[in-house]
């Protein structure tokens, strides 16, 4: 496992949560940081992704407004801030990289990415 989430857990519907991604054994500065989902029953979806120098970010229609990417490259991190949590946020949460200074299309279409983490569950209750 190249990538490593945390972060995650249980949380009121309405509340906040910070996920982290962190790489231990690879430097993330030149990756494409996206964030997936995946709720019980359903198929993978990308939600978010931030350029290799965090100048540009993507948010799908289904979080857009309400979660926030970031990353900090000196400290080989990244975030994903969640507010206005709801029941339907419940899923497991992976950070993956793709190698390049930006794109959308890995997140869009969940192809190409060089490393996946293993995930994080976030538990909204209502």
């Known amino acids: 496992v190249q990538l490593q989430a945390s972060g995650g857990g249980l949380v009121q519907a309405g509340g906040s949560l910070t996920l982290s991604c962190a790489a231990p054994?690879?430097?993330?500065?030149?990756?494409?940081m996206s964030w997936f989902r995946q709720a019980p029953g359903k198929g993978r979806e990308g939600v978010s992704c931030i350029s290799a120098s965090g100048d540009r970010s993507y948010y799908s229609d289904s979080v857009k407004g309400r979660f926030t990417v970031s990353r900090d490259n000196a400290k080989n991190t990244v975030s994903l801030q969640i507010h206005s949590l709801e029941p339907e946020d419940t899923a497991v949460y992976y950070c993956?990289?793709?190698?390049?200074?930006?794109?959308?299309?890995?997140?869009?279409?969940?192809?190409?990415?060089?490393?996946w983490g293993k995930g994080t569950q976030v538990t909204v209750s209502s």
């Open positions: 993956a990289a793709v190698w390049g200074s930006w794109s959308v299309a890995s997140v869009l279409f969940d192809y190409g990415m060089d490393y």
């Open positions: 054994r690879v430097s993330l500065e030149n990756y494409v």
